[in-house]
């Protein structure tokens, strides 16, 4: 972005994609159509977050298991997490998406419960560490407490770090999902303490792709020095909202191929 034209008038474009995008008729196609089966925070809180969690490969096999972990949670996730036993817990033992099986998924539930009984629930963990302009932290400090029980070494990469130099898609697209308002119908606002300024974009290779092709992007891979990159451009354009557009980027790679 050389010039205060070139800015402007791809802000006019990616403003424009984003009205298209970022409307009710994107659930239908997308896995935060999970979290919009339910009506009270918490439950909406834990779907997204497991949702989110699973949501890499097919996008229709994402929302199918993501439909299946609710099932095995009696359609009632807060109340699964808070009086499960563990005997409970057997009935998650056949889940599996992809590499997130069901020993994974019996830890989320006990990590889960943790931070509900514990340490105030998910929005208290993620707004403890908040930095002004960032959450890059906040993820870093979440994913120490989340494994601060007895764990099987192979779940802790379902939760990724971005001290660690990842992206940390999923868990920036759970952010967005819990954050920016509700006033399109399609992310949630529910957590007020926290500001859709601080948010970083879901960086994936479509997303990515796109940022690149309009220059938005130098560095050629998704990563966290990517996220940071792609942060401050996108700010740019709308400091108080920037991962509106991610509606844009996602959109023109994932729907016109652009």
Not at 40 to 46: L, M, N, Y
């Amino acid at each position: 972005m050389k010039t205060k034209l070139k800015r402007e008038t791809l802000r006019d474009f990616l403003d424009q994609k984003v009205l298209e995008y970022n409307r009710p008729e994107f659930l239908s196609s997308d896995p935060i159509q999970i979290p919009h089966g339910f009506t009270r925070k918490e439950d909406i809180e834990i779907s997204g977050f497991l949702t989110a969690t699973i949501a890499w490969g097919n996008r229709k096999s994402i929302i199918n298991n993501a439909r299946l972990m609710m099932e095995l949670l009696d359609n009632a996730p807060y109340q699964f997490v808070k009086d499960h036993s563990e005997s409970d817990l057997i009935t998650l033992k056949d889940f599996v998406h992809r590499t997130f099986n069901g020993v994974d998924f019996a830890y989320f539930i006990r990590a889960l419960r943790f931070i509900y009984t514990q340490e105030g629930g998910l929005e208290s963990v993620f707004t403890r560490n908040a930095e002004e302009a960032s959450l890059q932290s906040s993820i870093s400090s979440f994913k120490a407490l989340f494994f601060k029980l007895e764990h099987p070494a192979r779940t802790e990469k379902h939760i990724s770090d971005p001290a660690r130099g990842s992206a940390a898609k999923r868990i920036n697209m759970f952010l967005r999902w819990m954050i920016r308002d509700a006033n399109s119908g399609v992310d949630f606002g529910l957590w007020k303490s926290l500001s859709p300024a601080q948010l970083s974009c879901p960086l994936d290779v479509h997303s990515g792709n796109v940022a690149r092709k309009l220059g938005l992007l130098r560095r050629k891979q998704n990563d966290a020095k990517a996220v940071a990159e792609l942060d401050a451009n996108l700010r740019l354009l709308d400091p108080r909202d920037p991962v509106k557009y991610d509606f844009a980027l996602f959109g023109l790679g994932v729907f016109e191929k652009f």
